[in-house]
């Protein structure tokens, strides 16, 4: 009489460094799926967890990690701020958009053997090489337009996981603009925490496909 083989189920844990970021919707994301996920920001987390406040240049140079998404500060170099460039009254504003490019490319460059850096449109396409994909929050599940862009190192493309409709809503000049423009538009308190937080449905599938 033979018995049948037993079946044995390998899962490979990760350590992933979700950097530059404070929601910790990526990092809880990955945690949900059995990996040891810590975020890191110059900031607190605002969901409670394994977070480390400071340079993640401090966690590069001691600790090592199978994968990395990071969300490098993009105040200097989203093509939104291009008209400010030769702005006079902003007279560093070529040496803070210089400074955030390298910090951009240490990233990229770090040694870890997966990589996906966020960033919207701008000027690390002209700076560096065009991004490996460009995805918006409602190929994910959630209704928002959100031109994002993703440069990937040793990761496939994000495959859209549940395409919905945009949700529009009419601002106060009547003009017609998808409801997160409107709920992050500059007189909002709080915009810019806002615009920065990853949408749960890019976090789920970065988890879900990278891990």
């Given amino acids: 009489l033979r018995l049948p083989l037993p079946t044995f189920v390998i899962k490979f844990t990760m350590r992933v460094l979700v950097a530059c970021v404070f929601s910790g919707i990526v990092r809880e994301a990955f ?54 460039m030769h702005d006079p009254r902003y007279p560093n504003r070529v040496q803070d958009r210089k400074e955030a490019a390298d910090f951009f490319m240490e990233l990229i460059k770090a040694d870890i053997d997966k990589i996906c850096i966020e960033n919207p449109v701008g000027y690390m396409t002209r700076a560096y090489r065009k991004p490996n994909q460009v995805i918006h929050p409602y190929q994910y599940g959630d209704p928002a337009k959100k031109r994002t862009c993703l440069w990937l190192k040793n990761l496939p493309t994000l495959v859209p996981t549940d395409i919905v409709e945009v949700e529009y809503v009419t601002n106060l000049k009547g003009k017609k603009v998808t409801k997160w423009e409107y709920e992050t538009s500059p007189q909002k308190k709080g915009r810019e925490k806002e615009r920065s937080k990853t949408f749960p449905g890019i976090a789920k599938a970065m988890a879900d496909q990278w891990g």
């Fill in 31 to 84: 945690r949900e799926k059995g990996h040891d996920a810590i975020s890191c920001d110059l900031l607190d987390t605002d969901i409670p967890g394994n977070h480390y406040k400071g340079d993640v240049r401090d966690l590069l140079n001691s600790e090592s990690f199978d994968l990395m998404i990071a969300f490098p500060p993009c105040t200097f170099l989203t093509s939104a701020g291009e008209r400010w």
